[in-house]
């Protein structure tokens, strides 16, 4: 067996890179979707400084990321062929880590991980975990109502950046997603405006929306972000915009939706629309003055 090669992310290539890993291994319902590494590294701008990351690659092919979101959090993936790598992201955490504390999120099905932060002396944490949820698209399409003289669209481009951006900053309390940073988002791969679904009030104000980002190899299309102004909550306007960038989702030809409930709420209004449970994560920790 070759012996991985560590690179250090340089540019958006890098990014191209983790992505081919992340799709490759997608069958096996991993923690990741392309759609999460375009939007978490774009979302906001200027975040270089709070990250390191790394890429294992065999052959020319990538088997392993590491992404350090300082001081001492950690989120990877490792192809479940090649376990041994997962030894190495960790051992990469643990020497540039600067701080005391150090937490790493996996998913509790992702054991070649788990076994390697234990290792390692990382202990699981007693918290909430985030719940995946997955929906076949297979009977689509969803039947949409609106309140009166509420419509639904896609964004047309970048003619609706400032409106788009208006509309996440109300529903997502304290939110920096800018138009710079949504900008970069939407030059991203995979991103594309037409799963990029907003609800216009009768004034013609965006109060709600919902970015589905396509895997077209795997027909699998990752809701992130979804989210409805604070003062047009609980009209159904979440579930709907949903379901209409769910409907343009499975006329591109995908078979299954993703997303990730960071909240109850969250939880409550994806199960409402026919999402179940896949997969949850699970945190480990370690203080490095005790290991
Ligand atoms: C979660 C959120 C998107 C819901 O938006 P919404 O437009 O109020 O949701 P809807 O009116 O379409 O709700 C549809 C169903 O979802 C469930 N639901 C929605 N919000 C809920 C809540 N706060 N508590 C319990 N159930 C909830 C209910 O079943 C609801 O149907 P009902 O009102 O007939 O009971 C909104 O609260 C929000 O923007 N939160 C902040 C951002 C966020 O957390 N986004 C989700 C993660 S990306």
Redesign the pocket.
């Known amino acids: 067996m070759s012996i991985p090669i560590i690179r250090t992310y340089k540019d958006s290539n890098d990014l191209k890179r983790m992505q081919k890993l992340t799709q490759a291994i997608w069958s096996l319902e991993p923690n990741y979707h392309i759609g999460d590494l375009a939007w978490q590294r774009y979302r906001h701008a200027g975040r270089e400084d709070d990250w390191d990351t790394a890429i294992w690659e065999m052959d020319g092919n990538p088997v392993a990321w590491g992404w350090i979101q300082k001081p001492g959090e950690l989120i990877c993936q490792v192809n479940p062929d090649f376990p041994v790598v997962a030894k190495d992201v960790i051992d990469w955490f643990d020497k540039i880590t600067k701080t005391n504390e150090q937490k790493v999120n996996v998913l509790e099905t992702e054991s070649h991980l788990i076994s390697a932060l234990e290792d390692f002396l990382f202990n699981p944490l007693a918290e909430n975990p985030e719940i995946l949820t997955k929906i076949s698209l297979d009977s689509c399409s969803f039947p949409v109502k609106l309140p009166d003289k509420f419509k639904g669209r896609h964004i047309k481009g970048f003619e609706d950046i400032t409106n788009r951006v208006a509309v996440h900053k109300a529903?997502?309390h304290k939110s920096r997603v800018t138009e710079e940073s949504y900008l970069n988002v939407m030059n991203t791969y995979p991103y594309d405006s037409s799963l990029d679904w907003i609800i216009e009030s009768p004034n013609g104000e965006f109060v709600?929306s919902c970015l589905i980002w396509f895997d077209e190899v795997n027909k699998v299309g990752l809701l992130?972000?979804?989210?409805?102004d604070a003062r047009?909550?609980?009209?159904?306007?979440?579930?709907?915009v949903c379901k209409l960038a769910l409907n343009a989702l499975s006329e591109k030809g995908a078979k299954t939706a993703v997303v990730v409930?960071?909240?109850?709420?969250?939880f409550?209004?994806y199960k409402?629309i026919g999402f179940e449970k896949f997969a949850q994560t699970k945190s480990f920790h370690r203080l490095k003055n005790t290991k």
């Open positions: 529903a997502f709600a992130e972000p979804v989210g409805t047009f909550r609980r009209m159904g306007l979440a579930s709907s409930c960071t909240s109850p709420d969250a409550e209004l409402s």
